[in-house]
């Protein structure tokens, strides 16, 4: 049995698998996962919004769960490794490729910073500098760039750096935590990327797929810092001696240049990615569509650019583009629930030792009961409650309590229920700048797959059934098969997608 395996460095876990690859089709056969337990933040920066990490601990412990699942399979040879992860963050280079300081995760704030003298924050300076222009009440952004600006990101970070005088002056390229490790696997001096992991830095022309310069220029960020991007599914080189004798894995064996764990994820969830909506709960969440290219698509009638609104738009994995409602929510929106719960039974019941995953358990099967009730007036709920891309000032509500209806289980229904119209409306946002409708709606994440409540939620809300496939791990599942197309087992990676087993 030939397999591919998928590497997926998220910021909260690591994630291998083992895809078996064949004519046939492809099949996930093995899986394992282990917590990302690298930060290295102190107390007193993380009460200031600084996240940090080191990540050659990171590295060592996706080495450390490739070993542990190879040693436990039996199959005849690996053929490629495909590798994704968080798409935003910032490591430094030297000369040799090495890491200077930690790694700044894409949880990072310090561009919320205050600039001295001006009283706006880092990224609004940068705004400035590089003429970013804001549609409606959103979030400035570049034109072409498909994001807005956001903390975090890889560009911001830099240009935090770079003003403060903390930019190393031994400095010679940035990376983010994928790259670093595929650059690791194969001990490159020098990482790349492609187009879906750039877009993650802030400042790619996401029409052309390649860095803007003129923009980066206007930064006044060291453009001998940013990477060059290659095509996706793109063998970078073959896996090194030394982490062959680690992991078991033939030395030499192919890997394939990063790509970006949402393009990624789409891949291993969505096998007919033209007429499919795709809706995936994690930490956060996203409705996203698939365009094979932007022609459908609105212009700015100002300047030309695409105008995507409020939603992101991404390059996909070889070709085409993904328009996704991204941040706005997803399980952070119920952790805040869970968290309120939690911090009651602490302070007004006196109850230290509290299950949390429980609470979530709980708060989950009584929200499913409510459903079927239809005696109890609903309470309703915005569950904004840290603003979004459209409104990034507005805030959570909750209205229509009354004394029947305000419970726990009202409470948390009616947060599913939010939920699921912000996704909705996120792809409703999507038809109306161009996109098209979708016949199928494809659900991911464990946010989703273990909460049936909220699936209710979201089939009233998009007005359609939702399908979840079997595969768990459909970023790492993605990466795999990007690593089956880069060694040529498939011609593409819309074909590898079609021939994965759901």
């Known amino acids: ?105 894409w949880q990072d704030q310090r561009c919320k910073d205050v600039v001295d003298g001006d009283g706006g924050d880092f990224l609004g300076l940068m705004a400035s500098k590089g003429g970013a222009t804001r549609r409606g009440a959103g979030l400035p952004s570049f034109r072409d760039a498909g994001c807005p600006i956001v903390t975090g990101y890889t560009a911001p970070t830099l240009f935090w750096l770079d003003y403060m005088g903390m930019m190393p002056s031994n400095a010679e390229a940035a990376i983010t935590a994928p790259e670093f490790l595929a650059h690791k696997l194969v001990g490159s001096k020098r990482p ?37 991007i290659v095509d996706s599914c793109t063998v970078i080189g073959g896996l090194t001696d030394e982490l062959s004798g680690l992991t078991g894995i033939r030395p030499g064996t192919p890997v394939s240049v990063p790509s970006g764990d949402h393009q990624c994820a789409f891949v291993g969830a969505v096998d007919d990615a033209n007429d499919t909506v795709a809706i995936n709960i994690g930490t956060g969440g996203q409705a996203t569509v698939f365009l094979g290219d932007l022609s459908s698509l609105k212009r700015d009638p100002s300047d030309g650019s695409i105008d995507h609104g409020w939603l992101e738009l991404r390059p996909h994995v070889e070709s085409g583009f993904l328009l996704a409602g991204v941040g706005v929510v997803g399980g952070r929106t119920f952790r805040a ?41 609903a309470m309703t709920s915005s569950a904004l409650f840290t603003g979004s891309r459209e409104r990034p000032d507005a805030r959570g509500t909750f209205s229509g309590i009354t004394p029947g209806n305000f419970t726990p289980a009202s409470m948390t229904l009616a947060v599913f229920r939010s939920m699921a119209s912000e996704l909705a409306k996120s792809y409703r946002s999507a038809i109306d700048l161009g996109a098209g409708t979708r016949e199928r709606i494809v659900g991911s994440g464990n946010g989703l797959r273990l909460n049936a409540a909220l699936r209710q939620c979201l089939e009233e809300a998009f007005g359609g059934p939702i399908s979840i496939g079997k595969v768990r791990e459909e970023a790492a599942v993605g990466a795999a098969l990007t690593g089956a197309v880069a060694v040529g087992i498939y011609p593409d990676i819309g074909h590898a997608s079609r021939v994965l087993m759901r």
């Open 337 to 377: 629930l869970k968290d309120f719960f939690v911090r009651t039974a602490q302070t007004v019941f006196d109850v230290d030792d509290v299950d949390e995953d429980r609470v979530y358990e709980r708060l989950a099967i009584l929200a499913e009961a409510v459903l079927t009730d239809q005696t109890t007036d």
């Open 192 to 228: 790349v990327t492609d187009a879906t992991d750039a877009a993650g830095w802030g400042v790619l022309n996401v029409p052309k797929r390649d860095w803007n310069d003129e923009l980066i220029g206007e930064l006044e960020i060291g453009r001998g810092l940013f990477p060059e």
């Open 1 to 105: 049995m030939r397999v591919a395996l998928g590497i997926d460095l998220g910021s909260t876990s690591v994630t291998v698998v083992a895809v078996r690859v064949d004519d046939g089709g492809a099949e996930m056969v093995a899986s394992l996962s282990a917590p990302n337990d690298a930060e290295t933040t102190s107390a007193h920066d993380r009460v200031i919004g600084r996240s940090e990490w080191d990540i050659e601990a990171m590295v060592a412990r996706v080495v450390r769960t490739v070993d542990e699942l190879r040693s436990g399979l039996d199959f005849d040879e690996v053929v490629a490794i495909g590798v994704t992860g968080q798409q935003q963050g910032c490591q430094l280079l030297d000369s040799d490729g090495s890491p200077i300081g930690p790694f700044i995760a």
